[in-house]
């Protein structure tokens, strides 16, 4: 049983940075295709960026955002630079067996969720 855990969200002010970590208690991701997702109020939830063998953005964040994993497959991290208003979201680890996939629907296995809020 996957059992995936957020963390690193908070208020940071336009411009600023964040790193979010997911971690599925201690056991190694390496199994997983990991990735982030967001979903803002009112809208639906998003691919953010994710990471098997290889690394995919959404184009709303690439150069800015980078994901990225230890060395153990234990936590992913996904540091977001140059933070903008509309970054705000809570933000989501998920994981599936297979590769690469933008669908949520793909993803059976997710944490609870951070908030990423992004002031003026």
């Known amino acids: 049983q996957v059992e995936l855990a957020e963390s690193g969200g908070g208020l940071v002010q336009a411009g600023g940075s964040l790193r979010l970590s997911c971690a599925d208690s201690?056991?190694?991701?390496?199994?997983?295709?990991t990735g982030w997702f967001r979903q803002a109020p009112g809208k639906e939830r998003e691919f953010v960026a994710s990471?098997?063998?290889?690394?995919y953005y959404a184009d709303s964040v690439k150069g800015r955002f980078t994901i990225s994993r230890d060395n153990a497959w234990n936590t992913i991290f996904l540091q977001m630079n140059s933070l903008e208003l509309e970054d705000t979201a809570v933000y989501y680890c998920?994981?599936?067996?297979?590769?690469?996939?933008?669908?949520?629907?793909?993803?059976?296995?997710w944490g609870q969720g951070t908030q990423v809020t992004v002031s003026s």
């Open positions: 201690g056991r190694t991701l390496r199994p997983y295709f």
């Open positions: 990471i098997g063998w290889s690394k």
């Open positions: 998920a994981c599936r067996i297979g590769g690469y996939s933008l669908d949520p629907a793909d993803y059976p296995y």
